[in-house]
């Protein structure tokens, strides 16, 4: 069993829908989780992160943390044609150097 | 600043030939990271360094991989021989304090036939 599993998709929705992305974890140390965003043939760049359980709300995009179900979601409220990519769920144990990436989400947005 | 700079972004070579990737980390950080990004085992840590020195590289897959970080401001990730099993996208990236400062090179697609 993997650490992190992330539900590779691909996922396509209409523009405007709000989009939920998804990973579970078994590592109960993990306490930084972090989601990032992939355009083909580029980097990955943090769109997020939170510390331990709670949510975080940045502009459209919302992240959760359940803790006591190794649960952590991505939402994409009025979701854009720009916001196509793959996107990643990440964690790692405190200090946030180790990360353990999951297999990363292709979102398709359709205009 | 320029962001993480990766050279080449694309190399192609023949198995048994040694490769060397090359990273320039944003000017202020101190920590500095190596991952492997394929289809099938998704985007993995090989090794970080903190200050130049490596921290951790157990994720560095065999004998025939190796990471130097002679200074601040530049690292290479050497593989020698090569293989055609070390096809994948190479990323570098750096981090200064805190987690949001993180950022990820452009990356180096590597191609051994």
């Known amino acids: 069993q993997k650490e992190v599993e992330q539900d590779p998709g691909p996922l396509s929705v209409p523009e405007g829908a709000i989009v939920s992305l998804n990973c579970t974890y078994s590592?109960?140390?993990?306490?930084?989780f972090m989601w990032y965003r992939q355009y083909s043939r580029k980097g990955p760049e943090l769109l997020m992160y939170t510390y331990s359980s709670g949510n975080k709300e940045d502009g459209r995009f919302t992240a959760q943390v359940d803790k006591s179900s190794k649960y952590i979601s991505l939402f994409i409220r009025d979701s854009q044609p720009s916001d196509s990519a793959t996107y990643l769920c990440?964690?790692?144990?405190?200090?946030?150097?180790?990360?353990?990436f999951g297999a990363g989400t292709r979102l398709f947005v359709k205009a | 600043d320029a962001g993480v700079i990766q050279s080449p972004r694309h190399e192609v070579t023949e198995m048994g030939q040694e490769v060397t990737l090359r990273c320039k980390p944003i000017s202020g950080h101190d920590y500095l990271f190596w991952y492997r990004q394929t289809m099938m085992r998704g985007l993995e840590l090989l090794i970080y360094?903190?200050?130049?020195?490596?921290?951790?590289d157990s994720g560095m897959p065999e004998d025939r991989f190796s990471a130097k970080m002679p200074n601040a401001s530049f690292s290479t990730l050497k593989i020698q021989p090569s293989e055609p099993r070390d096809s994948a996208v190479y990323f570098c990236?750096?981090?200064?304090?805190?987690?949001?400062?993180?950022?990820f090179g452009p990356g180096t697609r590597l191609l051994v036939l």
């Open positions: 360094f903190n200050n130049n020195v490596p921290i951790d």
């Open positions: 990440a964690m790692s144990a405190p200090g946030g150097f180790k990360t353990i």
């Open positions: 590592n109960s140390a993990f306490q930084y």
């Open positions: 990236a750096s981090r200064g304090q805190g987690l949001e400062t993180q950022y």
